[in-house]
């Protein structure tokens, strides 16, 4: 078919210039990816139709002289035929495409988290005030074992007989989320870096590779191992304190990854070990594993290769099963299960599925929890949940859920700028997060951000320091999976149960 | 040198054994009565460690595996040479399913045939340059989303008939060259990948790989050259770029 230049599709935003306070110094011409601005000999120009409302131009705009604003000239409102709708109608009629979106979906689910409530001692058992108190948030991630051997040295000393299998120990329950090196710029991946290691946390590498600038980072990294294998070797696998085997993610249930043959430059081609311009395809299914049984194979084969030194994670999205899921990868002996809600973010997935596939992690935590202490197995492994976690109260609801720990992953990038925009796929991110352009991911200094990253991740602690000394409790470990102390509010009794927690007020 | 005797052995055991010796210099190991220990060689280290194996070695063997020479004289089961970065895998027999998947590196000869899903998801980089060569047959889904490195499929036992009785052959290819002893048509099979008659430079490189097979096995190279070889490669290594629009 032959493609018409015409579009039914109007800007979504405008970019007005107040020319009176506009100075011309084209601040907004450099600073915007997306190429919407240009000078027309006495004035700046905007082009509408490119503007992605991510809040670059008017945030460097010396003079206050940008505003974006939606524009007015809306399709006709209908409650049934959205504008979203039209306007994929009229997009994939224009190119017969698949719709592909970054971010999480933009759909109005019910949070579960918002209709949580947590609990607080007053009078008995009272609270604990954690400015003068210790408050424990150090975590340890890994398999522990169902009971513990000691022995006694000669002193009558107990020492312990038990060989530990091995732990990530994170100063706070918090991870970055896999985000690779081709979907974020390596400056983006260097800010998390830094930030994990003054932390004492980690973060991960996404499927890929680890490029060299990252190496000293060792002990704060997760290396991943997707379908694709980009830059998995030998060394790579024991080059950072655990290995994740990705099998889903929460945006994309079921999808896979897929990072096209114009951003592979030399330096993603050296850290991917493909070559420059190919596509880099990384299908959702492993295709070498079909089963549990074939699961366990790729688990222990990561394990030979680390010398069981290293723990291994096993990523997948909520999904319906999610229960007998976990289950089933907890048994092939996966240390750690890193469960992503529906509501996760992605660098590029279909639209279609990012909006319609998966449940709330909220839920399947509670129910991922459950069945794994009612098979006597939650022991085996730690549970990492993501998928929005947007705030440090969403992060304590979670740990009283079941996880051990959660991971940041949007909330890391709105850090560095990001306005959730939603094209990380184009590759022109103003904020030199989701781009390749040297001169976008220039203007991502990663000292800068890295320390941003510190700060909210600090600040998260404290909070959460604070709400568990509300609590009257000590330790981040006395909330975990501690679904007494959340109830619920404006919830079905069927919502309820799957949350395990009660109504509030009862 | 060292012998292990791998009766009753556990894997966990076996492989244990193995990387010790390596760590204490040994160059040459000898593994007997191995009967389908899994991830034998598995993330080993060293160019010139050749390890022999006597018996049926299990699932991952010279899985992510960085030089050394694994020689199995026997079959082998499936994913040989999972994520192999260097080395070289010989198999005097048949191997399982899904051989040499993501294959970065190194040479796989196998002398008779192999299953289902070979050399899926293979890569070369730059210099590395992955190579399989199979005597036999393969299965379905042969060279699946294969991205870089060659495949070698001769056939030896196969009549004259221009025909290959393999479904999904190439689906998804974006990156290498497969070589095969059939005048196949390809359209059959895939739009993503073409099949060419080959060009001196091709036969100057299957030269130097076919002779290494052939030498492995003790089969004459006339053998080989009996019929003529063609090439498969990717229309496009960006076989989907069409499908998608931006919202």
């Known amino acids: 078919m032959t493609k018409s230049s015409f579009s039914n599709i109007q800007s979504e935003y405008l970019a007005v210039i107040d020319h009176n306070k506009c100075v011309r110094c084209k601040r907004c011409i450099q600073n915007c990816g997306w190429g919407t601005y240009s000078f027309g000999g006495d004035k700046i120009l905007a082009d509408h139709s490119k503007c992605a409302a991510c809040g670059r131009c008017y945030t460097y705009c010396p003079e206050g002289a940008i505003s974006i604003i939606k524009n007015p000239t809306v399709i006709r409102e209908n409650a049934n035929w959205q504008e979203p709708l039209v306007k994929n109608i009229w997009r994939q009629s224009e190119t017969g495409g698949i719709v592909i979106s970054g971010m999480g979906t933009t759909f109005k689910y019910k949070k579960y988290f918002d209709h949580i409530l947590l609990d607080a001692c007053q009078v008995t058992n009272p609270s604990i005030d954690p400015l003068r108190e210790p408050m424990e948030l150090r975590t340890y991630l890994g398999k522990k074992p169902s009971k513990l051997d000691l022995d006694f040295d000669e002193k009558g000393e107990p020492v312990l007989k038990t060989k530990m299998p091995p732990q990530i120990e994170l100063q706070t329950p918090f991870v970055f989320g896999a985000m690779s090196y081709g979907s974020i710029s390596l400056n983006a991946q260097k800010a998390m870096a830094l930030a994990a290691r003054a932390l004492g946390i980690v973060m991960n590498t996404g499927e890929g590779g680890l490029h060299d600038d990252l190496v000293p980072f060792g002990k704060n990294i997760i290396v991943q191992v997707a379908s694709g294998r980009f830059g998995v070797h030998r060394d790579y696998l024991n080059s950072g304190v655990a290995v994740e085997i990705k099998i889903g993610q929460g945006a994309k249930p079921g999808i896979g990854g897929h990072l096209p043959g114009e951003k592979i430059g030399i330096d993603i081609s050296r850290t991917r070990m493909i070559p420059v311009g190919t596509d880099a395809i990384s299908p959702a299914p492993h295709h070498d594993i079909y089963s549990i049984e074939d699961l366990r194979q790729l688990i222990y084969a990561i394990k030979e290769a680390t010398e069981y030194e290293k723990p291994v994670s096993v990523k997948v999205a909520a999904v319906h099963n999610i229960a007998a899921i976990v289950s089933g990868i907890v048994r092939a002996g996966a240390d750690i299960v890193y469960i992503d809600g529906y509501s996760g973010g992605t660098g590029a997935a279909p639209t279609v599925i990012r909006d319609h596939v998966g449940i709330p992690i909220e839920l399947a935590l509670a129910q991922v929890d459950e069945r794994l202490r009612e098979e006597g197995i939650r022991n085996e492994a730690s549970i990492i949940a993501a998928g929005s976690i947007r705030s440090s109260a969403d992060a304590v609801k979670a740990i009283a859920l079941g996880a051990d720990a959660v991971a940041i992953g949007t909330a890391a990038l709105i850090v560095m700028g990001c306005h959730v925009c939603g094209k990380c796929n184009t590759g022109n991110c103003s904020w030199g997060i989701t781009t390749q352009r040297p001169e976008l991911v220039r203007r991502l200094d990663p000292e800068v951000y890295g320390e941003r990253l510190y700060n909210l991740i600090s600040a998260w602690s404290h909070e959460i320091q604070e709400v568990l000394g509300a609590m009257g409790v000590n330790s981040i470990e006395s909330l975990r999976g501690s679904r007494e102390r959340l109830r619920g509010i404006e919830l079905t009794d069927a919502e309820l149960k799957a949350l395990g927690i009660k109504h509030a007020g009862l | ?247």
């Open chain 2, 1 to 247: 040198m060292m012998t292990i005797d791998a009766a009753g052995m556990h894997y966990k055991e076996l492989n244990r054994l193995i990387r010790e010796g390596i760590a204490n210099g040994v160059k040459k190991f000898f593994i007997e009565n191995v009967n389908g220990q899994y991830y034998i060689g598995d993330g080993i280290k060293g160019d010139d460690v050749v390890i022999n194996i006597n018996g049926t070695p299990g699932n991952d063997l010279g899985a992510f595996m960085d030089g050394p020479t694994l020689t199995v004289n026997n079959n082998a089961q499936d994913n040989v040479g999972n994520t192999m970065n260097a080395g070289k895998i010989i198999i005097n027999g048949d191997a399982g399913d899904v051989v040499g998947y993501g294959m970065r590196g190194g040479r796989i000869f196998i002398r008779g045939n192999a299953g289902y899903r070979v050399g899926i998801h293979m890569k070369g980089y730059n210099e590395q340059l992955p190579v399989i060569i199979i005597g036999g047959k393969v299965g379905s889904f042969f060279a699946e989303y294969m991205a870089g490195g060659v495949i070698v499929l001769l056939g030896l036992e196969d009549d004259d008939s221009d025909e290959l009785d393999i479904d999904y052959f190439a689906s998804g290819m974006h990156g290498g060259t497969i070589f095969i002893r059939k005048k196949i048509d390809f359209s059959k099979f895939s739009n993503e990948a073409e099949l060419y008659e080959i060009d001196d430079k091709d036969a100057d490189f299957l030269k130097e790989y076919l002779t290494d097979f052939a030498n492995s096995f003790n089969i004459s190279i006339e053998e080989i050259y009996k019929k003529p070889f063609y090439k498969i490669v990717p229309s496009s290594a960006r076989p989907y770029a069409h499908l998608y629009t931006s919202a």
